[in-house]
């Protein structure tokens, strides 16, 4: 019995010691050798019991005071032992007075097994007793809120937090197991959150991790599995594990007693480590989380979310499956592997695998829901699909599982999200067209955007990526983008089309292949009352476009993938349109024509063209207009061949941005008589060579930014006209050696930026600039700086360091 049964080491270690010594003296002649003769026997009469006694004790909670007791009198006999061996053989006196005390110390021992521990069985038995009386009341109280659907929180049932076995299939999880398990055992964070999309198989993996052979070595009986879901309970959880450890559950007075109790049942649970898993932590109940961090040695908690929780350190996020381990699940899920099922067409199965989009979820119900099929249902099932019917259409508990990650969002994040399905799928979204999307939507400023997405990204419903932070000003967004998760995208549009066309909020139309809806085709007239419209179309699109009336549409925006795009009509009788965006996602610019129609927007606020080669812009006034982004654009003939004032007609025009627009050789003088432009942005224009002296006729212009405008050799002397700017942006800009003497005059100046200027001198007139706050530079830089600190007292010098996020590059678009 008490091999099986942990007993305390230094208990053990104290009734080894005294046996060895006794055991070792015995064999030396002359040395009380009938005094300690009797003792070894005694204590080999006692040394077995009372290890099982004191190990009894540590599995059932119970007192120590009996072997405690038991201890102090052998670690005493221990020394008295020793002295004794210490004595010469001459030495009578001492030799009659240790022998004394070593008859007093077996009594003792004797007394202590004949009297002590009989009144401690007779407590133990009336303990047992008491306690029997208590179970059998508690079953009774459990017997009835169990017939009246209740719960006993004092019923003490052991293994409450045991995780439940696999069932389902563990097929692509084995790397991540083991990064995870590095994670877990590595010094640091003492929170670990698995964060991934609902129906990522975060569950399985947790569960995985708990009956691996390393880990139940590491923690042994100290690894606790708490489901807490969306109504999650502090005190609850807490007497689930209460109930796990066997251990009479207190009825908590407030969630501070629950934690308290807590961290005084785990400090008793050593020597081993903690591991406690939190599954599946909905957004809100973070503070569950925080409450259950105790100042425990080797305790870690490993929590499961759909959500990202960044303010707990380590996250680790599980991907979607690879192409491999999801043709493997899914053969698994629908039998084919097993001979049971006959094989459909390989390559019908592989279309089906790719519709799943990675995830272990669709994959196993999808697969499910096909096994022993005949094929004609299979190629049915890819049929719709094709047709653009949606995955979720024939599974409702796909739709049930994703849905509740939709429902926790509030309607302004709700209608975001919903918004993104506008965009083509597998494509990075600019959060620049975000804003611009959202701003007139909703009203939404820049910052309010990036923090939605921020949101979202943390729900796992998006993937956000910030391709480079250079500490430059971020207010323009122009390296943040956005990734739809495939499936949640599917959720979205599939939520966007429950009503009929005709009374939707948003509409998202897919021209081209078999995707066609009948009145396209038959080029009838539509009517729509929505205030979102996007429609995709394809290389096999042939411009034929249908009648549509969008009276209430406010942002429009248009995806294409062709050589020429042209302009919809319809477009011109859109009174409310104010933001129109049109996406390029082909390999090159594309011709675009028909560009007039835009001339009967009268309310049109923002247009951002995404790799297309404009026209003339001569025919077109746009008296409303306030924002232009052109972004991968040959925009050389439309500025060029224009023949009209630009200040006529864009007369209201205050941000314009050019972006690797490659072909933008010279500045557009035109620009420069937009007298109301507060914000000029021209980035990544690598053969722009010059700046025209025109340019300080912009006295409005609050922000100049010229980043990697690498061939652009100097700054105008008029820059020092913008009386108004405020934050001027020249990073990376390696032509530029020297900054003109009149940036002096620049006196509401804040924020300069010149990364990667490090051969650019400054002149003595930069110590006018009394209300300049930052300048971001490299190391080299820095030092002609700090020269000019003593007379601009507000300066900071911040050196910047290189951020650059490689991790959104497999997502492009070629």
């Known amino acids: 019995m008490a091999t099986s049964l942990m007993v305390d080491a230094a208990t053990g270690l104290v009734f080894d010691q005294l046996f060895r010594t006794v055991s070792n003296i015995v064999q030396k002649p002359m040395m009380?050798?009938?005094?300690?003769?009797?003792?070894?026997?005694?204590?080999?009469?006692?040394?077995?019991?009372?290890?099982?006694?004191?190990?009894?004790?540590?599995?059932?909670?119970?007192?120590?005071?009996?072997v405690e007791q038991l201890m102090t009198i052998i670690k005493e006999g221990e020394e008295l032992v020793l002295k004794c061996a210490k004595i010469k053989r001459w030495n009578l006196y001492k030799k009659s007075r240790y022998a004394d005390k070593l008859r007093e110390l077996e009594e003792a021992l004797v007394s202590f097994c004949q009297m002590a521990m009989q009144f401690q069985q007779t407590r133990d038995q009336k303990e047992t007793l008491l306690e029997v009386k208590d179970l059998r009341m508690d079953l009774r109280r459990l017997s009835s809120k169990e017939s009246n659907g209740g719960f006993c929180s004092q019923a003490g049932f052991m293994g409450m937090c045991n995780p439940?076995?696999?069932?389902?299939?563990?097929?692509?999880?084995?790397?991540?197991?083991?990064?995870?398990?590095?994670?877990?055992?590595?010094?640091?964070?003492?929170?670990?959150?698995?964060?991934?999309?609902?129906?990522?198989?975060?569950?399985?993996?947790?569960?995985?991790?708990?009956?691996?052979?390393?880990?139940?070595?590491?923690f042994q009986e100290n690894i606790f599995f708490v489901n807490v879901?969306?109504?999650?309970?502090?005190?609850?959880?807490?007497?689930?594990?209460?109930?796990?450890?066997?251990?009479?559950?207190?009825e908590f007075q407030c969630e501070e007693d629950a934690v308290n109790a807590l961290e005084k049942l785990l400090n008793k649970t050593g020597p081993y480590p903690i591991l406690l898993v939190l599954d599946d932590v909905w957004s809100?109940?973070?503070?569950?989380?925080?409450?259950?961090?105790?100042?425990?040695?080797?305790?870690k908690i490993l929590v499961t979310s759909r959500f990202v929780f960044p303010r707990f350190g380590s996250t680790y996020k599980l991907e979607k499956l690879n192409d491999e381990c999801a043709m493997t699940l899914f053969r698994h899920s629908a039998c084919l592997t097993d001979g049971s099922s006959p094989i459909p067409d390989e390559d019908l199965v592989n279309k089906i695998v790719k519709s799943c989009k990675g995830s272990p979820l669709v994959l196993s119900v999808v697969g499910r829901s096909l096994c022993g099929q005949p094929e004609a249902i299979w190629q049915s099932r890819v049929m719709e699909w094709s047709e653009g019917g949606s995955i979720f259409d024939s599974n409702c508990e796909l739709l049930d599982r994703l849905q509740s990650s939709l429902d926790v969002l509030d309607n302004k994040r709700k209608a975001c999200y919903l918004d993104l399905g506008a965009f083509s799928e597998y494509q990075m979204i600019p959060a620049t067209s975000l804003i611009d999307m959202w701003y007139e939507l909703y009203n939404l400023p820049g910052v309010h955007v990036i923090a939605n997405l921020y949101d979202l990204s943390f729900r796992n419903l998006i993937d956000l990526f910030v391709t480079r932070k250079d500490d430059g000003d971020d207010s323009c967004y122009k390296d943040y983008f956005v990734r739809q998760h495939d499936l949640l995208r599917e959720l979205a549009i599939c939520r966007s089309i429950l009503e009929p066309i005709e009374r939707r909020e948003r509409v998202f139309l897919d021209i081209g292949g078999d995707n066609t809806p009948d009145w396209w085709i038959e080029r009838k007239q539509k009517l729509i009352h929505a205030r979102l419209l996007s429609i995709s179309t394809d290389e096999t699109?042939?411009?034929?476009?249908?009648?549509?009336?969008?009276?209430?549409?406010?942002?429009?925006?248009?995806?294409?993938?062709?050589?020429?795009?042209?302009?919809?009509?319809?477009?011109?009788?859109?009174d409310k349109l104010k933001a129109l965006i049109i996406t390029n996602y082909g390999v090159s610019a594309s011709e675009i024509s028909d560009l007039f129609v835009l001339g009967s927007l009268s309310n049109i606020k923002r247009i951002r063209l995404e790799l297309v080669?404009?026209?003339?812009?001569?025919?077109?006034?746009?008296?409303?207009?306030?924002?232009?982004?052109?972004?991968?654009?040959?925009?050389?003939?439309?500025?060029?061949?224009?023949?009209?004032?630009?200040?006529?007609?864009?007369?209201?025009?205050?941000?314009?941005?050019f972006e690797y627009c490659n072909d933008l050789v010279e500045f557009p003088a035109g620009l420069c008589d937009l007298v109301?432009?507060?914000?000029?942005?021209?980035?990544?224009?690598?053969?722009?060579?010059?700046?025209?002296?025109?340019?300080?006729?912009?006295?409005?212009?609050?922000?100049?930014?010229?980043?990697?405008?690498?061939?652009?050799?100097?700054?105008?002397?008029?820059?020092?006209?913008?009386?108004?700017?405020?934050?001027?942006?020249?990073?990376?800009?390696?032509?530029?050696?020297?900054?003109?003497?009149?940036?002096?005059?620049?006196?509401?100046?804040?924020?300069?930026?010149?990364?990667?200027c490090s051969s650019c001198k400054l002149p003595s007139t930069i110590s006018s600039l009394g209300n300049l706050d930052l300048v971001t530079c490299d190391e080299e830089t820095s030092f002609l700086w700090e020269a000019f600190m003593f007379r601009l007292a507000k300066l900071r010098i911040k050196v910047h360091k290189e951020d650059v996020n490689l991790d959104w590059l497999h997502n492009l678009r070629f």
């Not at 879901?229 to 207190?250: C, D, E, R, T, W």
């Not at 809100?284 to 305790?299: A, M, P, Q, R, V």
């Open 229 to 250: 879901s969306k109504s999650a309970s502090l005190k609850a959880i807490i007497q689930k594990i209460f109930q796990h450890k066997g251990s009479q559950v207190p």
């Open 676 to 756: 109301h432009l507060k914000k000029l942005s021209i980035t990544n224009c690598h053969k722009l060579s010059a700046l025209p002296n025109e340019i300080g006729k912009l006295v409005n212009l609050e922000v100049l930014r010229l980043s990697s405008c690498i061939d652009l050799l100097e700054l105008p002397d008029t820059i020092g006209s913008l009386s108004k700017l405020r934050v001027l942006d020249i990073s990376d800009c390696l032509g530029i050696e020297e900054l003109p003497t009149q940036i002096g005059d620049l006196h509401n100046l804040r924020k300069l930026h010149m990364i990667g």
């Open 164 to 218: 439940t076995k696999q069932t389902e299939s563990t097929i692509g999880l084995d790397v991540p197991l083991e990064e995870l398990k590095w994670q877990l055992f590595k010094d640091g964070e003492q929170v670990i959150v698995v964060s991934a999309p609902g129906g990522s198989g975060k569950t399985t993996l947790a569960k995985m991790l708990c009956y691996d052979e390393d880990v139940k070595g590491k």
């Open 613 to 657: 080669s404009l026209p003339s812009l001569s025919p077109i006034q746009l008296h409303n207009l306030q924002k232009l982004s052109l972004v991968m654009c040959n925009v050389g003939q439309a500025f060029r061949c224009c023949t009209f004032q630009m200040s006529h007609a864009f007369p209201n025009l205050v941000e314009v941005n």
């Open 284 to 299: 809100g109940s973070e503070y569950i989380i925080d409450k259950l961090k105790l100042h425990i040695t080797d305790y």
């Open 541 to 574: 699109f042939l411009s034929t476009w249908c009648d549509i009336q969008g009276p209430e549409v406010v942002a429009l925006v248009l995806n294409f993938r062709s050589q020429n795009y042209k302009l919809p009509e319809f477009i011109q009788k859109m």
């Open 32 to 66: 009380y050798s009938s005094n300690l003769e009797r003792m070894k026997a005694t204590l080999t009469s006692i040394t077995s019991i009372a290890k099982e006694i004191d190990g009894f004790n540590k599995v059932l909670d119970r007192r120590k005071e009996e």
